[in-house]
């Protein structure tokens, strides 16, 4: 009875694993078939492209320059006698600001005045001679010419003269003072550096994307880029025509009188933009290819379809397309590794 029933329990054991071979290889069939179905479709992720608002007010850093400066040079020579500013002067146009001994100058001067003198009372006799017949018209051209030479002569010697005071070309501070009374001075020697801080300006440089955003007397603002602090105000002067070597523009800014305001202080400029604040964007990781060759890959009847797109401001993850993406279209995002133009993708997860 005992064999009986081993024998039963046996064969009960053997249908049992054959029936799980059985279903395993139903299994394996149903997955070979599946996975034959899958062959050349790849597992995409998309998102739908929208209009999303962007802000495009943009910050610029500067360093705050006077609006004029010279280095003043001496256009006559002599002696100093005397200095009549110094460091930190404040000083108009016209402003006196040094003497140069014009003892040699008065002399020469009178002394040019009375050759030119002289020769005009010879050029006038010589007129009437010749009218008489008394002189040949080469005499009276020699004299004219002499005339000529003396009058020429008398110019130099007043403006010498004239300029023994040295006076200021344009107003503003005396920053540095580079001569001291009884120093002997010859042209193109430094003398005194002028700034003209009366107004103050600060040049950004900016690239072109940012700078077709702005436009002349457009207001701006401004901190102080290294403590965040003062709050200025002021208005762009002029853009430049001509980007730099690193493509940027730069764009001049005259700041608002403000008594904080110091030369050489570096700012950071705040621009306010305006217009259309609205832009196509998609994920940063939607776009392949270079800035200047960029693409993304369109799900089109389940099919991937590469796009050209043209690439314009990025804001955090997302980046904004100027054109070659309409609203509505569904962009791959994710599993792009694989995906070619009109390759079959299937879509999961859309976002």
């Known amino acids: 009875m005992k064999k009986i029933i081993g024998i039963l329990v046996g064969a009960l054991a053997v249908l049992g694993i054959v029936l799980l071979l059985a279903g395993n290889k139903k299994k394996i069939q149903e997955q070979t078939t599946s996975v034959a179905q899958a062959e050349g479709t790849e597992v995409v992720t998309t998102c ?30 002599g002696r100093v006698t005397a200095v ?13 600001l040094l003497k140069i001994d014009s003892d040699l100058l008065e002399a020469d001067y009178k002394a ?56 200021a070309p344009i107003g503003g501070t005396i920053n540095n003072r580079f ?35 702005i436009s002349a007397g457009q207001k701006v603002s401004a901190v102080s880029a290294d403590s965040g602090s003062g709050n200025f105000t002021g208005t762009v002067k002029n853009i430049g025509i001509k980007a730099d070597r690193g493509l940027n523009y730069p764009v001049e800014i005259l700041l608002d009188r403000n008594a904080d305001l110091r030369v050489g202080m570096y700012l950071k400029v705040r621009f306010e933009t305006s217009g259309d604040q609205g832009g196509i964007l ?48 569904k962009v791959i995002v994710a599993g792009l590794m694989n995906v070619s133009d009109g390759v079959s993708i299937r879509v999961v997860n859309e976002q």
């Open 48 to 77: 739908t492209v929208t209009k999303e608002e962007c802000n495009r007010d943009f910050t610029s850093n500067g360093l705050a320059q006077a609006s004029g400066e010279l280095n003043f040079v001496s256009e006559v020579s």
């Open 84 to 96: 009549y500013v110094d460091k930190g002067s404040k000083v108009n146009k016209g402003t006196a």
């Open 112 to 167: 040019a005045r009375a050759s030119y003198d002289a020769l005009k009372k010879d050029e006038e006799r010589f007129s009437r001679s010749y009218e008489a017949g008394g002189v040949t018209i080469q005499q009276l051209d020699n004299i004219r010419t002499q005339l000529v030479a003396a009058e020429s002569r008398l110019a130099v010697s007043k403006w010498k003269l004239d300029n023994a005071v040295v006076k």
């Open 179 to 213: 001569v001291e009374p009884g120093a002997l001075i010859a042209p193109n020697v430094p003398l005194f550096e002028i700034v003209d801080d009366s107004r103050i300006k600060v040049i950004c440089n900016v690239p072109e994307s940012k700078a077709r955003l």
């Open 282 to 329: 998609v994920p940063r990781k939607a776009v392949v290819g270079s800035v200047l060759s960029a693409n993304v890959y369109v799900a089109e009847n389940g099919k991937a379809v590469k796009r050209d797109v043209t690439l314009g401001e990025m804001f955090g993850d997302k980046i904004e397309i100027l054109s070659g993406l309409e609203e509505g279209e």
